[in-house]
């Protein structure tokens, strides 16, 4: 887990968890709105990302600098492939970027986590508002704020892999 168990968070911590959780629901809210997020809102969690990142590798050293790395390329990997199966119908690229953002600051194994969250809670979601008529088949829906919720749930729920 990128953070500290949550038992045992320091405060500059918690106030870095609370400021990613803001810029999660801001960009969840905009993305749920507009159906789609620009330069600018990417910016907001860029300059957060960047930002943490310093301070984290100046204090847990170059090993979160290779566990944001790997994060990233699973992340832009996994929405590269999504994209290109969909012909670009399913995916954005602003999902790809958001989420390519998000995962440096959570790491590889709650990127992953969150990834399967976001799909699976996303599916359920669509599914039952297709079955309902609330939904059509070819209408866009926002994800990124499945995607938020996801990167919280992989964050909250400490899982032990047996």
Not at 25 to 42: E, P, T
Not at 52 to 64: A, D, K, P, S, T
Not at 75 to 96: E, H, K, L, Q
Request: charged share 10%; hydrophobic share 55%.
């Amino acid at each position: 887990m990128r953070f500290q168990p949550l038992n045992n968070l320091e405060t500059w911590q918690v106030i870095s968890l609370i400021i990613f959780g803001l810029i999660l629901c801001y960009l969840s809210f905009v993305d749920f709105k507009k159906l789609s997020i620009n330069g600018w809102d990417l910016t907001l969690i860029g300059t957060y990302t960047a930002v943490n990142f310093l301070i984290h590798i100046q204090r847990f050293g170059i090993g979160y600098l290779f566990d944001g790395i790997k994060a990233l390329l699973l992340s832009v990997t996994f929405f590269s492939i999504v994209i290109i199966v969909t012909r670009r119908n399913g995916i954005g690229f602003g999902d790809m970027l958001f989420f390519g953002i998000a995962s440096i600051n959570v790491g590889f194994t709650n990127a992953f986590e969150a990834l399967i969250f976001a799909f699976s809670i996303g599916a359920i979601v669509a599914l039952i508002l297709i079955t309902t008529g609330k939904l059509n088949f070819k209408e866009r829906t926002p994800f990124i704020p499945f995607l938020s919720f996801g990167i919280c749930l992989s964050l909250f729920l400490d899982f032990v892999y047996i």
